[in-house]
Each structure stands twice: as structure tokens, then as C-alpha cells.
């Protein structure tokens, strides 16, 4: 029964008319290394709650006066993480029960023995101790996620994402952020910057698949006059406009091989080569990446360089899709609503209770993403002061839609077909690029390209 050294020992608080049996009670508690005081009445007891807030209250339950029952309820106002253990006669067994649909832990009956009493009090002891460690977390928790701008959540999932991210911070570590599309990851670059010492400096964002692989390294790393057709001057790449800042590469798994090779020197040796330049330069800055691809299968593949993945890979988040993590859709549907009720001059309480039980069936593939879009187009074309069932976009709002159909003349160009499952898709998931490229199991690239109107890229 004895604690580690050092461990703060329970305190208990013996309640009993009788002197005699509360002292004996005292000592064989105080014989296990316990605090213990006593009281002789419920009134005097109540008194040393107030005071102390005890771990546990082991009360007679007949007491003239203040009894135990009345003790207990009394007591639970008070502190309500303070167990109470009732003791009772036989003849009061079921009063003591009866007692712990009231909020007692337990009740021991007299005559009692030593191992019952110390076992009853070890078990009330400890399950203070663990709603006191609740509580604490809880309360933890809640100050990480108002610590984390843009971030909304409190399920055990994006709660260890914003602890990661807290402890991340600080250092200029490099960060890979993982994640299905639309989970999120820009706002936890986002985050990781805010809280970072860097936060006052750049922060330069890129999507790698959203530059033609033709430009991406001169984006990236700039170039010298001359150093290719049109180059008419020196220009600045990415890298070199966030030093002393931060980078945040998203869409990681788009860069082509040469362009990985050179990322590696700059997280390797802290130095940029310009297109056409002799001289490389020194920057300091921190690599935040991110990508809904599966790096190692694409290592496997041949198509990433291992070494860069572990050069990246320094600090790791994984961002959980929504359908993980289906606590915090309420959450984050109200947080949306407020935002964009704000932004449109709409005055709007909240959701009904169906509109939200609909938000929470449906799954959301599309992530943080498409409840996002969801909700703000419900808030642009709600008429009422509430958000229901009807203003939400199907299938969410009412049963789902048909699935929609293309159908084409045979002979019809292989290029044509591609070009409109791409834009009718992107049509069905209201622009949605990354969304779309998902559904269509096509890198992301290939429709910017297509809506560039080039060349159909590789798939």
C-alpha cells in the first residue's frame, strides 16, 4: 500500500459522531502514510471541505444533525471531485445504496476490517486522482487549440496534431506534413509559423503542382540574366525571398527528379544555385513540405529520392481526414458559419438540430475542405436566421444525387474525352482541383495543364 517517495499521499477526512471509532479509523489510515483528519459532525466536516478539498470523505451515515446522506450532497456541491464512502450498519444497507445513486463511491458495512476499509479508500483515492488528471487535461488541451491560429478541432486526433505542432515550433527543423486533400495541412504550416520565432519574418508559399515542370526550378531557385531564352534580367527565386523565414512547399510529391536533387543541397548545405549563376548562395531558411501522396510507395516507384524524404522528414504531423475525426464537424461547422455569416453581412444563430445531424452522416471525402465550401454556400443562399436540412448542398440536404453521366460518339479523340471527364468533374465538386484530381486518380498537375490548355501530361 506504501507510495513511491516523493508522491503526495491522499487526504482523508473521517466523519463520525462516535470518538472512539473515528479515532481508531484515524490511526490505521495514518499508519499507511496518509493525510487523515477527523471531524465529529457533518457540519464541522463541511467546514474542512470548504478548506481543503479532501481526495476522499469516509462519513458515518447516521449522524443526528447532518447526516451522511445530507454530508454527501452538501459535499458534492462543493467539491465535486471529492469521493465519499459511506459507513452503515446491516440494518442500513439499502439507505447506503441507495446513497450511491445520490453520487457516494461506495459504502463499508460495520463491523468492517482493516483490509476492506484500506481497499475501498486506495480505489475512491484513485479515481480522484484520475478525474483530477481529466480535468487538468482537458484544460491543457483547450489552451493548446486556442494557441493554434486557424486550427479547429478537440477530438484525441487533431489534439495530438496541435501538441506536435506546439513542440514543433520552436525549432527550424524541417516539417512534413501529411494528410488526404483538404485536411488542412496549409493551415498547419500556418500554424507551426505563428508560433514559431520566425513568425515575424517571410513565410513563401508554393504548390509545386501548380508551376509547369518547365518553370518550377527557376521559381524556386531563381536564375541570372541570359540564362535561358526571355531571362532578361536577374530574378530571385522562392528560396531567396523567404530568407530568414520560412518555405512551405506544398504538393511536395509533384517536383521533378532534378528539381529534388537540388532541393536536397539546399536542406543539406544551406545554398541556392541560380539558373546560369557561378556562385552559389547562402540562405537561412526553414523547410515546411506537405503531401497528400504516399512518399514512401513513390520512393518504391523510384519517383522521390529517398534521401530527400528523410531530409524532409526530420519532424513529421499527420493530419487526419474528417471521417476520423467526426467530433469536431460541429465544431468546425460553426466556426465556417461564423465566418462566413460575418463576411456576407448575414445574421445567422446557428443550425438545427437536423441540418446538423446531416452534416455529421455524411462522410465528407473531400475533407475540411468541402464541409467548408458546403457551409458557406448554404450561409450565402439561407433566407432565415437558422441553417436547416433544405439550405444544404446535396447529398447532404436531401437524397443523393444521381450519378451524373458523360457519354461520348465512338471515334471520339482520346484527348477530347479526357479534357471533358476533367471539366465536368470539376464542375460536379464546385472547382475543387485537388478534390477532382482524386476522383479522377490523375495528378493534380494534369489539370492545371489542361486548363492551361497544354499538353496532356503524364497521368
Not at 318 to 323: D, E, G, K, Q
Amino acid at each position: 500500500m506504501d507510495a513511491p517517495a516523493g508522491q503526495l499521499q491522499p487526504q482523508i477526512l473521517v466523519v463520525d459522531d462516535d470518538e472512539g471509532n473515528r479515532s481508531t479509523l484515524e490511526r490505521m489510515i495514518a499508519k499507511e502514510g496518509w493525510q487523515v483528519r477527523g471531524a465529529g459532525s457533518g457540519e464541522e466536516a463541511l467546514d474542512q471541505v470548504r478548506k481543503s478539498r479532501p481526495a476522499v470523505v469516509l462519513t458515518d451515515l447516521k449522524m443526528p444533525g447532518m447526516d451522511g446522506i445530507d454530508l454527501l450532497r452538501a459535499t458534492k456541491e462543493i467539491s465535486p471531485s471529492t469521493e465519499v464512502v459511506l459507513m452503515t450498519a446491516y440494518g442500513t444497507v439499502e439507505s447506503a445504496v441507495g446513497a450511491m445513486k445520490e453520487g457516494a463511491y461506495d459504502f463499508i458495512t460495520k463491523p468492517f476490517k482493516r483490509h476492506q476499509v484500506l481497499k475501498t479508500l486506495r480505489n475512491a483515492a484513485d479515481r480522484h486522482d484520475l478525474a483530477d488528471e481529466n480535468r487538468r487535461l482537458k484544460a491543457r488541451l483547450a489552451e493548446v487549440s486556442e494557441e493554434l491560429p486557424g486550427i479547429v478541432g478537440r477530438s484525441p486526433a487533431i489534439l495530438a496534431v496541435m501538441e506536435v505542432v506546439r513542440q514543433a515550433a520552436g525549432s527550424s527543423a524541417a516539417v512534413l506534413i501529411e494528410g488526404e486533400s483538404g485536411t488542412g495541412k496549409e493551415r498547419v504550416a500556418s500554424a507551426l509559423v505563428a508560433l514559431s520565432p520566425r513568425a515575424q519574418k517571410a513565410f513563401v508559399k508554393v504548390n509545386c503542382a501548380a508551376i509547369p515542370e518547365t518553370l518550377i526550378e527557376s521559381e524556386l531557385f531563381g536564375y541570372e540574366k541570359g540564362a535561358f531564352t526571355g531571362a532578361v534580367g536577374r530574378k530571385p527565386g522562392r528560396f531567396e525571398l523567404a530568407d530568414g523565414g520560412t518555405i512551405f512547399l506544398d504538393e511536395i510529391s509533384e517536383l521533378a527528379p532534378t528539381v529534388q536533387a537540388k532541393l536536397l543541397r539546399v536542406l543539406q548545405d544551406g545554398e541556392v544555385d541560380r539558373l546560369g549563376g557561378t556562385k552559389p548562395m547562402r540562405v537561412d531558411v526553414r523547410v515546411i513540405a506537405a503531401s497528400n501522396a504516399d512518399l514512401p510507395a513513390l520512393i518504391a516507384e523510384k519517383r522521390f529520392r529517398e534521401d530527400l524524404f528523410y531530409r524532409l522528414n526530420v519532424i513529421r504531423v499527420h493530419v487526419p481526414p474528417l471521417r476520423e475525426r467526426p467530433e469536431d464537424i460541429p465544431l468546425l461547422a460553426e466556426h465556417f458559419l461564423r465566418r462566413y455569416a460575418a463576411k456576407n453581412g448575414k445574421n445567422i444563430r446557428g443550425f438545427t438540430p437536423e441540418a446538423m445531424a446531416a452534416l455529421q452522416r455524411n462522410r465528407w471525402p473531400g475533407n475540411v475542405r468541402e464541409l467548408e465550401h458546403a457551409v458557406e454556400r448554404a450561409v450565402v443562399l439561407s433566407r432565415g436566421d437558422t441553417l436547416g436540412v433544405a439550405d444544404l448542398p446535396e447529398p447532404h440536404g436531401g437524397p443523393a444525387a444521381p450519378a451524373r453521366t458523360l457519354a461520348f460518339p465512338v471515334g471520339t479523340p482520346l484527348a477530347e474525352i479526357k479534357r471533358k471527364a476533367i471539366l465536368e468533374t470539376l464542375k460536379h465538386v464546385g472547382g475543387d482541383k485537388e478534390l477532382a484530381a482524386r476522383l479522377l486518380k490523375i495528378a493534380s498537375r494534369t489539370i492545371y495543364r489542361q486548363l492551361e490548355g497544354g499538353e496532356d501530361g503524364e497521368t
